[in-house]
C-alpha cells in the first residue's frame, strides 16, 4: 500500500490545521490507521488512530480534547483535524496503515508507513 500525507504547513499558535492521508494498493478499509510525530532531536511519538471501520479512536495524552482523526474508507483517505495547535505541536506528521483492525498506538503494529508532513507552529 502507498500512502500520501499531506495539509501541513506554518501556523500560529492556537491555531488549526486538516492533515490529509491518501492510500492507495492494498484493502485500506479492513485496518486500523494511526498518526505518529517525530519533532526534531525526539524520538517518534503516536498522536492518534482509528480502527477500521472508523467507530473507535484512541488518542495520545498530549493531543487528546485537540486533535480529531477521521476516515473515509470509500474514498481510501484518513484525515487528522488539529485544533488549538502550540509550538510543541510542530513536528513531521506521518500517517501509517496497521496490520490489525482495532486502533492501538503502537508503532509496532504499523505496516505500511507514509511519508512526512511538516507541521510548525510558530508565530
Known amino acids: 500500500v502507498q500512502l500520501q500525507a499531506s495539509g501541513g504547513g506554518l501556523v500560529q499558535p492556537g491555531g488549526s490545521l486538516r492533515l490529509s492521508c491518501a492510500a492507495s494498493g492494498r484493502a485500506f478499509s479492513g485496518y486500523a490507521v494511526a498518526w505518529f510525530r517525530q519533532a526534531p532531536g525526539k524520538e517518534r511519538e503516536f498522536a492518534a488512530s482509528?480502527?477500521?471501520?472508523?467507530?473507535?479512536?484512541w488518542y495520545g495524552d498530549s493531543v487528546k480534547g485537540r486533535f480529531t482523526i477521521s476516515r473515509d474508507n470509500a474514498k481510501n483517505m484518513a484525515y487528522l483535524q488539529m485544533d488549538s495547535l502550540k509550538p510543541e505541536d510542530t513536528a513531521i506528521y506521518y500517517c501509517?496503515?496497521?496490520?490489525?483492525?482495532?486502533?492501538?498506538?503502537?508503532?509496532?503494529?504499523?505496516?505500511?508507513w507514509g511519508q512526512g508532513t511538516q507541521v510548525t507552529v510558530s508565530s
Open positions: 501509517a496503515l496497521s496490520r490489525l483492525t482495532v486502533a492501538t498506538p503502537e508503532s509496532s503494529d504499523v505496516g505500511s
Open positions: 482509528i480502527n477500521w471501520n472508523g467507530d473507535v479512536t
